[in-house]
T-cell receptor
Framework: QKEVEQDPGPLSVPEGAIVSLNCTYS??????FMWYRQYSRKGPELLMY????GNKEDGRFTAQVDKSSKYISLFIRDSQPSDSATYLC????????????FGKGTTLSVSS | DTAVSQTPKYLVTQMGNDKSIKCEQN?????MYWYKQDSKKFLKIMFS???????INETVPNRFSPKSPDKAHLNLHINSLELGDSAVYFC????????????FGPGTRLTVL
């Protein structure tokens, strides 16, 4: 089993839809959870950051972490064509010398 | 002013050649990284340096050698290029640890023929 699993999609939705993106993981030591957004032919950029369990909201974006189920989600409300990108979950246990582990990314397309 | 820059953006070369990719960050960060992103968008860490010291060295062939002349620069040299090395290579930097926000460069698209 891979450390981080993410459905690669692609996912196509109409403008205004609510989008749910998910990752599961196997390492119970993970405490830091992030979502990066990557536009085509660009580098990833941090979108949301959550430490341990709980929810975090930023505008139209909500990140949820359920450590008991080893499951994280990113919700996008009122999706816009500008949200079309690849979304990568990332997580780390942060011990010295450990790296950020990325999911394979989900490609989202929002049509107007 | 670009935060993390990489050169070149595109690199097309023959199998067996040696090539280098350069990375510079002007954010004052202590830690820099090299990632490889394959055709399926899977982003995997290769190396990480903190203040010029190697702290993460994932299972990467010896043909790949990072070099950090100072904490603002992290270069990647690849010897004897193989077809499987074709990918997009991203440089990134963060303030200190990998869990700090990582800022990525625009990527170098390497094609080995």
């Amino acid at each position: 089993q891979k450390e981080v699993e993410q459905d690669p999609g692609p996912l196509s939705v109409p403008e205004g839809a609510i989008v749910s993106l998910n990752c599961t993981y196997s390492n119970s030591a993970f405490q830091y959870f992030m979502w990066y957004r990557q536009y085509s032919r660009k580098g990833p950029e941090l979108l949301m950051y959550t430490y341990s369990s709980g929810n975090k909201e930023d505008g139209r974006f909500t990140a949820q972490v359920d450590k008991s189920s080893k499951y994280i989600s990113l919700f996008i409300r009122d999706s816009q064509p500008s949200d079309s990108a690849t979304y990568l979950c990332a997580m780390s246990a942060w011990q010295a010398g450990t790296a950020l582990i990325f999911g394979k990314g989900t490609t989202l397309s929002v049509s107007s | 002013d670009t935060a993390v820059s990489q050169t070149p953006k595109y690199l097309v070369t023959q199998m067996g050649n040696d090539k280098s990719i350069k990375c510079e960050q002007n954010l004052g960060h202590d830690t820099m990284y090299w990632y490889k992103q394959d055709s399926k968008k899977f982003l995997k860490i290769m190396f990480s340096y903190n203040n010029k010291e190697l702290i993460i060295n994932e299972t990467v062939p010896n043909r790949f050698s990072p070099k950090s002349p100072d904490k603002a620069h992290l270069n990647l040299h690849i010897n004897s290029l193989e077809l499987g090395d074709s990918a997009v290579y991203f440089c990134a930097s963060s303030q200190d640890t990998p869990t700090d926000t990582q800022y990525f460069g625009p990527g170098t698209r390497l094609t080995v023929l």
